[in-house]
């Protein structure tokens, strides 16, 4: 104990000393500082702390599960306009689905009706190019029969049925291919008819009448060469006593004439009188040549028969170019110029008729259309 006083005897001393009063203790009990007190203090402080965290861990839970019950909350509003919307959209998109259905059999049909008439419009239009070339193809072959009619000229006549034909080529159906069969049987007849040499005709009947110039009389051309002469030389005046005695001989022979009784006779032919005869041969020649071009079968005969007789009448039938002439006319005359008419009556009806078809179809189809579209 007297160690223990002593540090407090110190400080009292130094507080002395110092001037200063020393400070009175209350006057309290010791604390005791044993294991068990400290144990409890130990125990109560970690209860505390115990208690606190669990009052924490409280509010935190419940701020927790309000937190959540919230986000629950609006998660499930969320959903509930997310599901409305859903709703809303799938509504929007069957009434869009039903729209675009109708819509899209709208647009199917309109595009039936766009390609039915584009069909109807091109098979018009194929009618129409049909018609004209059907009807182009008739013009051909009503000419091919006019001039087998009215003319001989068979080459003209198979031109214009092979022209009709080719127009036809561009129309593959069976109809139109019988018509190109009647067609090609008339071409066939035109073609085995016996064909008359015109142009050779006309060379021989030319050349006939250059021959006429040349043919002789039947009385000698020489007397009547000679008398002309001894007229053109009487007009002449005689130079020499030779010259007057052949002219008084000449006078003599005109004084005395000699006539034979055993034949007919014949009175000299003047010059012009033998062109007007040649002449008139000529143009017994020329009307042949017109019944040639015109196929005239009988001016033809009576034309030629006129100019051999005329030919026999007045020339030498024993000279070699008389004769030779008027066999060449006997020859001509066995040309028969009337020949078999080949009618073209067969491909023309058939043409018309098919016409008549396709129009009573073309109406038809226009009307079923019209019914169609009505509906």
Do not use: C
């Not at 067609?183 to 030319?206: F, N, T």
């Not at 060449?328 to 110029?337: C, G, P």
């Not at 009618?343 to 169609?372: C, M, W, Y």
């Amino acid at each position: 104990m007297a160690n223990s006083n002593e540090p407090q005897q110190k400080k009292n001393e130094t507080d002395h000393q110092s001037g200063k009063k020393p400070k009175q203790k209350a006057s309290a009990s010791p604390i005791r500082k044993d294991p068990i007190h400290l144990l409890s203090l130990l125990s109560l402080l970690i209860a505390i702390i115990a208690i606190a965290t669990a009052i924490y861990v409280l509010q935190v839970n419940k701020q927790l599960h309000q937190d959540f019950d919230q986000q629950k909350n609006t998660m499930d509003t969320r959903l509930s306009k997310l599901r409305t919307q859903q709703s809303s959209i799938q509504d929007h998109l069957k009434a869009t689905g039903k729209s675009l259905k109708q819509a899209k059999e709208e647009i199917k049909e309109r595009m039936d009706n766009v390609n039915q008439q584009f069909k109807l419009t091109m098979e018009q239009q194929l009618y129409e190019n049909q018609d004209w070339m059907l009807l182009k193809a008739r013009y051909y072959i009503e000419l091919a029969q006019i001039n087998a009619h009215w003319s001989d000229n068979v080459s003209t006549t198979v031109a214009l049925l092979k022209q009709a034909d080719m127009i036809l080529s561009h129309i593959n159906t069976s109809e139109v291919f019988n018509i190109r069969q009647a067609i090609a049987r008339e071409i066939a007849q035109l073609k085995s008819k016996p064909k008359i040499d015109v142009a050779g005709l006309l060379s021989q009947l030319d050349a006939a009448q250059q021959t006429v110039r040349k043919l002789p009389l039947a009385l000698t051309e020489k007397k009547l060469t000679e008398a002309t002469n001894h007229q053109n030389a009487s007009n002449e005046t005689p130079r020499t006593w030779r010259k007057r005695l052949q002219d008084s001989v000449s006078l003599l022979e005109k004084l005395v004439v000699i006539r034979r009784h055993d034949e007919d006779i014949k009175p000299l032919l003047s010059p012009l009188y033998v062109a007007v005869i040649k002449e008139t041969i000529r143009l017994n020649l020329q009307e042949v040549q017109w019944a040639v071009l015109n196929n005239n079968h009988q001016v033809y005969q009576i034309a030629l028969n006129q100019a051999i007789e005329n030919i026999k009448r007045h020339f030498d039938t024993s000279a070699t170019i008389t004769s030779h002439l008027i066999q060449q006319l006997n020859q001509l005359k066995n040309i028969n110029l009337n020949q078999k008419t080949i009618n073209i009556n067969e491909s023309l009806p058939l043409l018309n008729n098919f016409i008549a078809h396709k129009k009573d179809t073309k109406v038809n189809s226009q009307t079923d259309s019209r019914g169609e579209s009505s509906q």
